[in-house]
């Protein structure tokens, strides 16, 4: 067996590898890159595979550093089985077609503004061809056993969002653990991830390889920040994902509204694919901790504005307000616009409740920029930005560290290490280095293992 590391490398995002058998080709994730231009540009590079000898892609879970990449392989030629969990397929549903219109909005803004060296650029993919890819999935539960070719699979829950899997394969007499990227024991929204069987090797996530999340309450850390904005009279903006951290923000506010512990005050939801996907969180309650009647409360305590109308109509609310909304990174979305009229407010408070990947505008917001560009405009840094890392869906190092013992892997199993930044994938394989016995290594860009 040969694997391939096409993504998911020296960086969180791109997550994409190549499994190979004398006779079979999966690809484990099919993620976009994103932050750094020079990781946005592999998404236009042709992979290392011939894409009509690809057998099948099997997904992990539904977030775009996973997944977004599925149109480009179907707008290519690819017509295989995208193998993955029922409630992946049903979120991918929602993300990809809004992926492929971000594409096109990005296409056209960049045409209109001279901004790109091609006299016309196109998109990576339209929204036409992200939703005609979902044509290819074939949903799955976890513990049902699949099959390509000479390949063996299954999903098992890894936490950290809806649907969210680590992928165990099994091929030529070896068996092979993808985490996926691995939730938390205490998640407020999801249920701890499952500890892996006994595996040949690991390729394991790193994101919070180096860092440790805060151990003080969200439910505490987040209705401090709430009354502080309250009391000041300004705005919350919380630039959040829309799959899980929009979630855990609605639900977190709804109990600290209902227990007094915050003022009632209006909360906007002001992104239409986080108001689907509460719909669709709604609809598998199975998968995590909240009850019906939580997740009811969670969608009736936030006000939704679906149509651009009404999410300009949020400009002329009385203060105090709080307002969610794409993208959690502040790469694109809505949250710039509102960026733009209230980050120059030193009442204004930007609360960051996700991972800010390099590169990105959050990142910068978090090392404490005097100003962000936003449209081709600077617009000064007055706001106070705030982070409240608990909310975080992945584990930090401890926990990765407490699931993998957890685990039946014996004392000396390969790990690769992927998607994490540079400094996150090293302190993890120091720290792992140092505490167990695994054999730890971080995996490079194109690197192939032969097992
Ligand atoms: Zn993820």
Known sequence: MRITFIGGTE??????????????????????????????????????????????????HAHLDHSGYIPVLYKRGFRG?????????????????????????????????????????????????????????????????????????HLQPAGHILGAASIILEADS??????????????????????????????????????????????????????????????????AFAVGRAQALQHLLATLMDKGDIPKMPIYLDSPMAIKVSDVFCQYSDQHRLTHEQCHRMCDVVTYTRTVDESKAIAGQAFPHIIIAGSGMATGGRILHHFKRLLDNSKTTVLFTGYQAGGTRGAKMLEGVDAVKIHGAWIPLRATVEVISGLSGHADYLELTQWLTQSELADTTPIQLIHGDPEALEGLRVHLQENTKYKVAVAGYRDILRL
Request: proline share 5%; aromatic share 8%; with cysteine.
């Open 11 to 60: 960086t969180v995002t791109g997550s994409k590898f190549l499994v190979e058998t004398e006779t079979t080709k999966v690809l484990v994730d099919c993620g976009l890159f994103q932050g750094y231009k020079w990781l946005r540009e592999r998404n236009w590079q042709p992979l290392p595979v011939d894409i009509e000898n690809l057998d099948a892609v099997i997904l992990t």
């Open 81 to 153: 089985p995208v193998f993955t969990h029922h409630a992946t397929k049903a979120l991918c549903q929602i993300l990809l077609a809004d992926s492929g219109h971000i594409q096109e909005e990005d296409a056209k803004y960049y045409s209109k503004h001279n901004l790109s060296k091609h006299a016309h650029p196109e998109p990576l993919y339209d929204r036409k061809t992200a939703e005609a890819s979902m044509a290819l999935f074939q949903s799955v539960d976890f513990d049902e056993q699949g099959e390509v070719g000479d390949i063996r699979f």
């Open 174 to 239: 070896k068996r092979i653990g993808f985490s996926g990227d691995v939730g938390r024991f205490d998640d407020v929204l999801m249920k701890p991830p499952r500890p892996l069987p006994k595996l040949d090797l690991l390729l394991m996530e790193s994101t919070y390889g180096n860092r440790q999340h805060d151990t003080q309450d969200s439910f505490q850390q987040l209705a401090a920040v709430v009354n502080r904005v309250a009391k000041s009279g300004g705005v919350l903006l919380v630039p």
